[in-house]
């Protein structure tokens, strides 16, 4: 990677999180590696990298985005980029490091490992789906959701919900959001967050709260003891069913999870910005699942569309 540019001080600049142009150059948010508080933009231009404090493209000047620091500190973010050699292989590596630690189906985990690919890409879906784990205490659900905190593009991991923060917390760098023990009573409250959950698979439709404007879009994950009461929610999600095992499954400690994410958060981070012009919404998919129902199929096309690379680079 190219060393930190000399700032360009004309002008405060545009604060941006993300943003690709039409020319393949992208722009990526990452933590300064020497100042994990500090964010810096990471562009991606003619497959070259380069960290940089402002950038200027055709007269433009964009900036890092501002996040409160309290917030800011428990956002997944990666520090750079590393070689992620073949997409098969990264995804193998991902189902290996999963396997050590739960116990779910390898269908299953297969299909877990697909949705935090397509976490990567959310800007090149036109809807993305939910990941629901539903399993009494001592099913592993809580790892689970650690290692896709790992994982997971922008992720970031709470444990007690309400409206306000799930649609401010949306706002925050479109995270991967990953909501841990989501059993809310029927009570007004969860009406609400189902009705904003709802809004959050397809972008385009923000919630308005005092006069601004929150996008609620983006990957999320759900763990709850009973699956999703709600149809039209349930329907965005895919449900993964976890019990206790009895096989003997590695610890995840912090110390772990922190090694895994310093493994593969600059490797899928790579991954995204060498195939992010692959992914685009494709109309003979479309064609192809006719068949299927409206929502099954945007599951199935945010699932596969990630995976297309892997066979369009590995045939």
């Not at 877990?112 to 784990?133: E, G, M, N």
């Amino acid at each position: 990677m190219k060393a930190l540019q000399k700032p360009n001080r004309k002008g405060p600049g545009k604060p941006t999180h993300s943003q690709a142009f039409p020319d393949g150059t992208i722009i990526e948010t990452v933590r300064d590696s020497a100042r994990p508080e500090t964010l810096r933009l990471l562009v991606f231009r003619r497959k070259t990298p380069i960290l940089t404090e402002r950038f200027t493209y055709r007269g433009e000047l964009y900036v890092p985005g501002t996040i409160n620091p309290g917030l800011a500190k428990h956002l997944r973010l990666p520090s750079g980029i590393a070689p992620c050699g073949r997409p098969s292989e990264l995804l193998a590596e991902m189902f290996a490091t999963l396997q050590r630690y739960v116990d779910v189906p390898d269908e299953d985990l297969r299909v877990i490992c697909a949705f935090i690919l397509s976490s990567w890409f959310p800007d090149c879906l036109q809807s993305v789906p939910y990941l629901w784990l539903v399993g009494p205490p001592g099913s592993g659900k809580t790892t689970l959701l650690k290692l896709l905190h790992a994982l997971c593009r922008r992720a970031f991991l709470i444990g007690d919900l309400t409206p306000a923060s799930l649609y401010q917390l949306t706002g925050l760098l479109s995270p991967t959001l990953i909501i841990d023990e989501n059993d809310g009573a029927n009570s007004q409250m969860s009406r609400q967050i189902e009705r904003i959950l709802r809004m959050g698979n397809s972008p385009g439709a923000p919630i308005i709260r005092n006069g601004r404007a929150f996008d609620t879009y983006g990957p999320k994950v759900l763990a709850s003891r009973q699956p999703p009461l709600d149809a039209a929610l349930g329907s965005r999600s895919i449900i993964i069913p976890m019990l206790p095992s009895k096989r003997g499954l590695t610890a995840l400690d912090q110390v772990s999870k922190e090694r895994i994410a310093e493994q593969f958060q600059p490797k899928l981070l790579m991954c995204r910005l060498q195939n992010h012009d692959l992914l685009h919404t494709s109309l003979e998919f479309y064609r192809e699942t006719e068949s299927l129902t409206p929502r099954i199929r945007d599951i199935a096309h945010a699932l596969a569309s990630p995976l297309r690379f892997v066979n369009t680079l590995e045939d």
